[in-house]
């Protein structure tokens, strides 16, 4: 069992939706957060919430898709907390589109954000963690990147890609003492990203609370779990894991499942909802 009191931990997306949730988890179990993301003024909320608690917060706004820049940011992490034990690549964006609608821009944006930053963030920190044959790389995924999401296609890429990755560096790293894992959430109620798009979330697709995402990722790191699929209740939990399974012999199977559950329409109504507001001229914070 993995004890995070005492730890550094670099959290990256602190500034808003489940990166909060975490950051307070992580300084309710003591260990000091270095917290990253665009928006100042959001982290500087965490970290004052957390500062205020008792807890120990450190904030370094940055923009995770200046890759070249992540070497800096990985210089200052050390300088101002010291080396880090536990990396929590949590930034993510999502952006709805029917693809052929996408600009490359778009693309490269959720692919950067949602998996080369966490790539490179990765290798900047891993030279220090072999030397010390300890650390812990924890990847927010999602159940998107297990099943193909409809209207959500390159982010759907990305975590898939995140998945595929996390599992293979985890293998190669099994007699380092590096822990790797992979989180996956399914849909999240209350804060998020999926909250802010305004669409309610099918019922049969399930819906989790922000603070069983942030509890299953600290029971994740102490128990050092390598993936972890997350949804509103245990049997949902169960139901994703069979459907996934039946989808390696049927995934046309799955598809009609995911029709019928409502992902595939949630995802319409959130293309529709996102072209709305940039009609309207309303930036997304998503992006
Ligand atoms: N909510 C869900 O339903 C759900 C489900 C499954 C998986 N997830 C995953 O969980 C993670 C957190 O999602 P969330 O729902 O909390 O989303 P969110 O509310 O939109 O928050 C995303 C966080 O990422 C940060 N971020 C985005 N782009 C960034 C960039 N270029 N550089 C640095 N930070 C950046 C944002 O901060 P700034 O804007 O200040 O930079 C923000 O703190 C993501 O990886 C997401 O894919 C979420």
Request: aromatic share 6%; proline share 3%; charged share 20%.
């Amino acid at each position: 069992m993995t004890i995070i009191k005492g730890k550094t931990v670099l959290l990256t997306g602190a500034s808003r939706g489940l990166g909060v949730y975490m950051a307070r988890n992580l300084a309710k179990e003591q260990a000091t957060v270095v917290c990253v993301s665009r928006s100042e003024s959001g982290l500087a909320q965490t970290c004052a919430e957390i500062n205020g608690l008792g807890g120990k917060a450190i904030s370094i706004p940055f923009d995770v898709r200046n890759l070249e820049g992540l070497s800096n940011l990985a210089q200052q992490v050390n300088e101002v907390a010291g080396p880090v034990d536990i990396l929590i690549n949590n930034a993510g964006i999502e952006i709805h589109r029917i693809f052929a609608d996408y600009s490359l821009e778009e693309i490269q944006s959720v692919l950067t954000t949602n998996l080369l930053s966490v790539m490179e963030l990765t290798r900047q920190f891993l030279p220090s963690m072999l030397e010390r044959r300890s650390g812990h790389i924890v990847n927010i995924a999602s159940l998107a990147g297990k099943k193909g999401v409809a209207y959500s296609s390159i982010y759907s890429a990305s975590k898939a890609g995140l998945i595929m990755w996390t599992d293979a560096i985890r293998q190669e790293l099994a007699a380092s003492g590096i822990k790797v894992s992979a989180i996956c959430p399914g849909y999240v109620c209350e804060a998020g990203m999926t909250v802010d798009s305004c669409v309610p979330i099918p019922k049969l697709a399930g819906a989790s609370k922000p603070i069983n995402v942030a509890n299953a990722i600290i029971k994740a790191i102490k128990r050092n779990e390598v993936e972890v699929i997350i949804n509103e209740n245990v049997i949902l939990e169960y139901f994703t894991k069979q459907m996934f399974a039946i989808g390696q012999i049927s995934p046309r199977l799955v598809d009609y499942m995911y029709r019928w559950m409502g992902v595939v329409e949630l995802n319409q109504k959130r293309v529709e909802s996102l072209e709305k507001s940039e009609y309207l001229g309303i930036d997304s914070p998503h992006k």
